[in-house]
């Protein structure tokens, strides 16, 4: 009887814990405001949730801030693409690649000044009806910045956390943006025990590895497996990830909407540009490999890039 009484426990148990802490499959995707795609023209059915991107940190007060040619956009984003999915979550995403980088790591350096992002950052959320935050700032890069980001997360989930009791909603989402593998060199990480502990999951930027920027080596800057150059690819990234401890479940995989050109150095060739990118094939690829891994789900970089809708619509 009681053996009985004890498995029912667990059953109620553990089916309580799944509907508050399990998160189905994510299919994400960044609205850039650089691009002024409108808002109303996403196709929001295509994804369970929408990353509006990207809102700043004042350089002065430290907290978050929104332009405001940006305010009238992010404002009603959340009404604007439940017209068409009622049940798609919104983020907010915060700094992104052209943040102010000197801001970004001042902010984090400070208890008080910590506070005082975190802050507005859910007064925000809130006023604007998100139901997350996600910080971007993937270039943190130094010993000093990954160890304050890691207190920035702990004491975001602890004021996520209170502030959910005091207003009576439900906790507010926390992600961030990672780069493809947790290690920068030997010495640097991303936090990976306080991401683990109190972040919902990480969006993996598993691209960009071969811009022309960066090199003049024309590898698909996105390989899913690389077989000449293996520390370069999303199989490792996503290998090193688990392999540090975050669980599967937290990781989100990173496609990327969009190639590079290139002129290829033989003068036969000089007419000819080199384009990599990742078709629809490469997208059905990459996504089945997030659902084998057990991934969490992905997200695209980003919405306005996929023409017609046929990126975002390869899986189903
Ligand atoms: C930054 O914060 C300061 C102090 O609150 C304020 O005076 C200033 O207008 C803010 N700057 C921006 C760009 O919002
Ligand atoms: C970045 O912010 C710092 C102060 O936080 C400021 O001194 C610097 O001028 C800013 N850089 C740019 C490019 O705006
Ligand atoms: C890593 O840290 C060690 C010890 O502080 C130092 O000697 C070495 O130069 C560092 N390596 C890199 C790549 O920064
Ligand atoms: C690529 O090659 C060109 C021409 O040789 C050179 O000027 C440029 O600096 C190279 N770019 C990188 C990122 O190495
Ligand atoms: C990965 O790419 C970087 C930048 O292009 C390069 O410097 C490095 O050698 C590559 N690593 C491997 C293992 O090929
Ligand atoms: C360019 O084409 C010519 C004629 O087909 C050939 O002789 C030459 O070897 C080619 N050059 C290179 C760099 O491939």
Redesign the pocket.
């Known amino acids: 009887m009681s053996k009985i009484i004890i498995l029912l426990f667990h059953v109620l148990l553990s089916s309580e814990l799944k509907t508050s802490n399990a998160q189905t499959w994510v299919k994400a995707g960044y609205w850039f405001s650089d691009t002024k795609f409108p808002i109303s023209d996403i196709n929001s059915a295509l994804f369970t949730h929408l990353i509006c991107a990207f809102a700043d940190v004042n350089s002065s007060s430290y907290e978050l801030s929104v332009s405001s040619t940006d305010e009238q956009y992010f404002s009603t984003f959340t009404k604007a693409v439940r017209q068409k999915n009622p049940s798609v979550t919104t983020l907010l995403s915060i700094a992104g690649g052209n943040a102010n980088h000197t801001t970004l790591a001042y902010m984090v350096s400070k208890e008080t000044y910590r506070t005082s992002f975190i802050d507005s950052s859910t007064k925000i959320a809130r006023l604007y009806g998100f139901q997350g935050l996600d910080l971007c700032w993937v270039l943190a890069h130094t010993f000093l910045n990954m160890k304050n980001m890691g207190l920035l997360f702990q004491e975001c989930r602890t004021a996520v956390n209170s502030e959910a009791k005091n207003s009576n909603q439900k906790q507010l989402i926390l992600t961030t943006a990672v780069q493809y593998s947790p290690d920068i060199d030997v010495n640097v990480s991303f936090p990976v025990d306080l991401i683990r502990n109190d972040l919902d999951w990480v969006h993996v930027l598993a691209y960009d590895y071969y811009t ?5 080596y024309t590898g698909a800057h996105a390989a899913l497996y690389d077989p000449s150059r293996q520390a370069n690819d999303t199989d490792y990234g996503i290998g090193a990830w688990i392999g540090r401890g975050l669980s599967a479940s937290k990781l989100v995989l990173g496609l990327p909407f969009r190639g590079y050109a290139r002129r290829l150095k033989n003068p036969n060739n000089s007419k000819s540009n080199w384009i990599g990118f990742d078709d629809v094939e490469v997208v059905r690829i990459k996504v089945s490999y997030a659902r084998e891994k057990k991934l969490l789900g992905y997200f695209v970089w980003q919405i306005p890039y996929d023409d017609n809708w046929v990126l975002s619509s390869a899986e189903r």
């Open positions: 022309p920027k960066l090199s003049n």
